[in-house]
């Protein structure tokens, strides 16, 4: 099989190269040969379309690598602001031939106008030498990705946008001798993401595209999430070289000893290359994967409440949160209150740096089945900042219809009168419809590669296709249709439930997979036998599931680090636990990196910007923070509400029997309580423990020849040290 990839390769190096160097090309290395083309001032085929409506320059999709596996899923586009061109030249003499004023499309050039700059909204200035770039990563679901033309949702914001196609876990292409070669599996996403980051910046620094070389973003939601998170924990790492130099990236070249180059030929001179990125904003980042079994085990079995579908879920929810609590421990984790702010050793100060561990005590912590200890404070600090947030912006809320206890809408005078205080009282009472762009909702499935073409989902706007008004009841089912497929305005994302050929299905409930085994003994002999393939390494010698564990990178010596990150998760989700971006911002701080997690409550999985937030806004923020000269930019101040909304009935959550608010406005509750809200509100139901698999992210452990396998040796544990009491419980 691997002679047959390895073939299939070679006719396609000769096949791609023939038509992507030109004439006259010195073809006499690989590495120019890749330069060669992957300069867009050789390809003759780019062509940049005008959009007045956006003020801005949409580059047509071009492939991002010299060696495309699948072409329609490895391109990109770009988006420029206007402001930074001078027009197309479409005659190679370097002069604008076509300007925006004609508002046309044409193959050729883009004319870089240097000295223009765009001030935002929140009033940051960049200019195309300095403009943050934002890299859309999509991969909903671990899923493709086909190319899309880049929207221009941050022209007025002086950003560059960047569109880029990607492998997921469900593609494949049949040999010459008929077989089925999986070629999705990890990490092709993540590949094709960084070649399109360093295709990019080697145009920047060929001049043939604006943007900072140093300030880019990462962000997606869902998978694509995962996917913005993972590109900015793993940034120029190397072990994900070898994935980009076989699709013939730029920027990163194998030598004769074995080492690797990452740099590209500019002027004579060598200049470094570097797949990384400066920031992250990812929404429901549903990683990391390695840990998420038995986060989301621990995280549902501390609600005593929690009724599991069968007996095995229950004993199997059991083990893993035995796991997990050795796990965390064995992680010798600590967190800096100062960094952190919370006061966790309750001396009222925010100057320790505070072990984290999990505790079993049946009676102590008999409300949480036995589980307490400072980890678990700092996580319930998290839920109430969050929710205490919340309250406490209320004022940005906008058209929202609110009511007073008897359920009738108050009137415009009596809402322009509400203080901070009222407006938290009647969220915590649930007196209130949300204005149908404002909440929960976001955007389903991973964020879409083009970011849908119109819409500013950042902004707190959800992109073309998202319908509704989610209200205070979390919405349930996941974030596909009855089709599979994410809803209509995802760009290129593609979400197909299930799997090809390997008889394993998805599903939400988890009830499935299982029912393929005969019994315990045959499914923990499949399990044993995918975990020692996975271990055994990919073709060059990689456990996947490693290669897609952020928290195996960060802080690594020869990482790139992200200079901040922001990960933004609805409260309410159940597509990963809250354990899972809290590990992410601990591992983040620890080693520099400035980290910020929110959990918005009343927010489902992927849930949109609100209460004033936005992308731009914390983009602009950071800049003003990390860039020398920039601008401090502050939170601009609310225009509290003064007409109430239409709605004429109250769809709020009423969470007072849990939480409290004291005359100060301070929230308050227990950890069991929050909990509670999390599995009881979970916006996709909790996959049943019974198929051992977590959602449809498992299926990105594949092989060349087979579409998925068991791979968490977490799981595996637990199963082995449980047997007989769960193979008396397996499918009864």
Known sequence: MRKTIALCLALMLLFTTALCVGEGADDTSERERIEYALNLKNNPDQEWTYNASTDSWTLSIVTAVLYPVIENEEGVSVCVPSAYVVGIDTDGDGTADLLASDGASAKGSLVIDYDAAVTSANGQTYTAATAPVIINTGAAGYGNSSNTTASGIYTAKGYINVACGNRGKQDSFTDDNGNTVYTGDAPSCLSDQKAAIRFVKYNILLGNLPGSLDCWVSTGGSGGGAHAVMVAATGNNPDFYD????VGAVGVYRQADGSYI??????????????????CVAYSAITSLYEADMAMAFEYHLDTDYAFSTDFQVALADALSREYMDYINGQDLTADEAKVGF???????????????IEYDAELYAATNGYGGTYLTLYLAEFTENLQWYVDSLDYASGWTWFDTDGNALSDEAVAAMTVQDKAAAFIEGRYAKASADGRGGMAGGLPSGMGGKADFAGGNRPDGMKGDFGGTPPTGGFTGPDGQAPAGLGGDEMAVGTPDAGTTQSATGTTNSKNYASFDEMLTAYRQDIEEIESGDLYGNNLVTLYNPLHYIGAADTEAPAWTRIVCGAAEGDISMFNSLNLQLAWLSNGTDAVIEWQWDGGHVPSETLGNSLALYVDQMYGQYVAGAASIDQPDPEPQTVNGKATAMSGTDLSDWVSLDENGLVSFSLADAVRYRVNGASKAIPGFDVIDYGQEDYVFGSPTQDARHWSVWVLKALEENAETLAELFNP
């Open 243 to 246: 994935y980009q130099i076989a």
């Open 343 to 357: 006061d966790l050793d309750g001396d009222g100060k925010l100057e320790s740096v505070v072990p984290l561990t």
């Open 262 to 279: 990452t740099s590209v030929l500019i002027d004579g001179e060598e200049v470094a290359l570097s797949d990384a990125v400066w920031g």
